[in-house]
């Protein structure tokens, strides 16, 4: 199983950007995807997360600008991000919680990550 995330890149503060992560492999079926981001020298922290009956929740401090969204047929989770500010800037990874199959437990995975920087 893999996960591609794309979208990342610089912009300006008050822009938008969009990310995108396709889930990919041997996928019997998806939990739950969601979106966490790494800034220097913190942790990693959710971002928003959406599960396979559609209900999503998002940290505090991206509610109201962030959306997250789900196109299941094709195992991919997308998050745009509107009114971005420079505290925004992070690496932001995609997972997913999966089974590769009816027998498996579900288990998460990971995308690369994809750098998103804010200029003020």
């Known amino acids: 199983v893999q996960l591609q995330a794309s979208g990342g890149g610089l912009v300006q503060a008050g822009g938008s950007l969009r990310l995108s992560c396709a889930a990919s492999?041997?996928?019997?079926?998806?939990?739950?995807m969601g979106w966490y981001r790494q800034a220097p020298g913190k942790q990693r922290e959710l971002v928003a997360r959406?599960?396979?009956?559609?209900?999503?929740n998002y940290s505090d401090s991206v509610k109201g600008r962030f959306t997250i969204s789900r196109d299941s047929a094709k195992n991919t989770v997308y998050l745009q991000m509107n009114s971005l500010k420079p505290e925004d800037t992070a690496v932001y990874f995609c997972?997913?919680?999966?089974?590769?199959?009816?027998?498996?437990?579900?288990?998460?995975?990971w995308g690369q990550g994809t750098l998103v920087t804010v200029s003020s």
């Open positions: 997972n997913a919680g999966l089974k590769t199959s009816i027998l498996r437990t579900t288990t998460t995975y």
């Open positions: 492999g041997s996928i019997f079926s998806i939990n739950a």
């Open positions: 959406i599960i396979s009956d559609g209900t999503t």
